[in-house]
């Protein structure tokens, strides 16, 4: 499988409109095409940034999927240009995915899911946030309750990205491996992981 991390960069002050417009907008266009994984706001480190996670099961799937994308009118013609007039910045590496655990493997088995638009008053974002480290070692570093570690394949090649479970407190237990990272995940209500 090829696991896809996107993240942007938005203008700062943007991102609850741009989540807004995804989850009332965006979100039933997009996963009638793409395999949805996750999707989150940081909440430390670089912030004013969105991460989403899609799995495909092949180079040739991704093709497939985002070429159907590209002629969802909706998606081009709507969604985009609103959207897109709120990022700055777009990164995007290819993961493979080196330790799952079941909720992982759960959002695996429903990714194909089509998510419905946010219905009137429901909330933005999830109750409790996850942590995401990057960097460090691959092995040792990664806490046995990691909801996933994965492998950079190609784009920023900062070693491992190990997402940690939903909690009231998703701060880091112990000191963080040499050379590791940590920031605090908000997913959105609709987000898998």
């Not at 090829?2 to 942007?8: D, F, G, L, T, V």
């Not at 240009?81 to 590496?93: I, T």
Request: with cysteine; proline share 11%; glycine share 10%.
């Amino acid at each position: 499988m090829i696991h896809e991390w996107r993240s942007y960069r938005l203008k700062p002050g943007a991102a609850g409109a741009y989540l807004a417009l995804l989850a009332d907008e965006g979100l039933p266009l997009v996963t009638r095409h793409l395999p949805l994984m996750g999707y989150w706001l940081a909440e430390t480190g670089p912030l004013n940034v969105i991460h989403h996670l899609w799995a495909y099961a092949d180079w040739a799937e991704r093709e497939a999927r985002r070429a159907g994308l590209a002629q969802e009118e909706g998606w081009t013609r709507g969604f985009i240009p609103k959207a897109f007039a709120l990022v700055e910045e777009q990164e995007n590496r290819f993961l493979t995915l080196e330790r799952s655990s079941p909720a992982c493997e759960a959002a695996l088995a429903a990714r194909l899911r089509v998510h419905p638009a946010r219905a009137p008053g429901a909330p933005l974002f999830a109750a409790q946030c996850s942590g995401l480290m990057t960097g460090g070692p691959m092995t040792g570093g990664a806490p046995e309750e990691a909801l996933a570690v994965w492998r950079p394949l190609s784009g920023a090649p900062e070693g491992p990205l190990v997402l940690s479970p939903r909690a009231e407190d998703p701060s880091p237990r112990g000191p963080l491996p040499a050379g590791a990272r940590h920031s605090v995940l908000r997913p959105l209500a609709f987000s898998p992981l």
